[in-house]
């Protein structure tokens, strides 16, 4: 069977395109220590200096990062591609661009992007609710006189 992108059906869309917004003012502005509840429990987030599989270990990588109180970041998030895979799956693919700097200043970051990344998205519907199911995260930009090997 072939998809196209008018097939996805346009209540799923909005609901997958407001958790893609929701994750990411989870981490900007938000109570990142929730950010764990968008995933299923068996989800993964990948990219990061380690592979986070399953929500236990997205919720312990969510803790410490609410300890960074000095680091202010602000994801953009453009070119959302969403396709039907299967009942209750969409892939989704989206470009990132990661502003981001260390030292509580508001305001006083670099303009030019921390990365620019490459999202690769699975959802599922998970107790009747889309929530990300793995999220791949692949640098394709880097500013790399400010990135440390943290990511």
Do not use: C
Not at 22 to 51: F, I, K, N
Not at 108 to 120: E, L, N, Q, W
Request: net charge negative; aromatic share 8%; hydrophobic share 35%.
């Amino acid at each position: 069977m072939t998809y196209t992108f008018d097939s996805i059906d346009a209540q799923d869309e909005q609901e997958i395109r407001a958790l893609i917004l929701e994750h990411s003012w989870m981490l900007d502005r938000g109570d990142v220590s929730r950010l764990a509840e968008l995933y299923t429990p068996e989800g993964a987030l990948r990219g990061l200096e380690q592979p986070l599989e399953g929500r236990a270990a997205i919720a312990e990588w969510s803790r410490r990062r609410v300890t960074l109180t000095d680091r202010v970041s602000r994801h953009v998030h453009v070119n959302v591609r969403l396709m039907p895979s299967r009942l209750d799956e969409i892939t989704g693919s989206l470009i990132t661009l990661l502003y981001r700097h260390d030292g509580g200043v508001q305001g006083a970051g670099p303009v030019v992007p921390f990365v620019i990344s490459d999202y690769d998205d699975v959802y599922h519907r998970h107790e009747g609710q889309w929530l990300i199911h793995s999220r791949t995260m692949t640098r394709v930009f880097v500013d790399s006189a400010r990135v440390d090997g943290s990511k």
